[in-house]
Nanobody, 115 residues
Framework: QVQLVESGGGLVQRGGSLRLSCAAS????????MGWYRQAPGKQRESVAT???????DYADSVKGRFTISRDNAKNTVTLQMNSLEPEDTAVYYC?????????WGQGTQVTVSS
């Protein structure tokens, strides 16, 4: 069974940086798309950034130019480098991975950006 484990969340002041990492373990899958989603209190979960196996990335407009997503297909990891963080980025960030017939989610990691 696939497990996704996030790390790297924490508390940071606005303008700071954090790097989130997600490592997949368990059954071997060729994930088509991996990405990061976030959910703030009282809001719906939204896509932050996704990346295909070929390295094609898609970002939410709110994070373009500030966040960078990358993945290592051999290691089944995906990373989100977050720069110039804003209080509006505060949320629980979830790692996501899609295979042919399944979608997997991590447990989430809290990111809090203070003013």
């Amino acid at each position: 069974q696939v497990q996704l484990v996030e790390s790297g969340g924490g508390l940071v002041q606005r303008g700071g940086s954090l790097r989130l990492s997600c490592a997949a373990s368990g059954s071997i899958f060729r994930f088509t798309v991996m990405g990061w989603y976030r959910q703030a209190p009282g809001k719906q979960r939204e896509s932050v950034a996704t990346i295909t196996r070929g390295g094609i990335a898609d970002y939410a407009d709110s994070v373009k130019g500030r966040f960078t997503i990358s993945r290592d297909n051999a290691k089944n990891t995906v990373t989100l480098q977050m720069n110039s963080l804003e209080p509006e980025d505060t949320a629980v960030y979830y790692c996501n991975a899609r295979a042919a017939i399944s979608t997997y989610w991590g447990q989430g990691t809290q990111v809090t950006v203070s003013s």
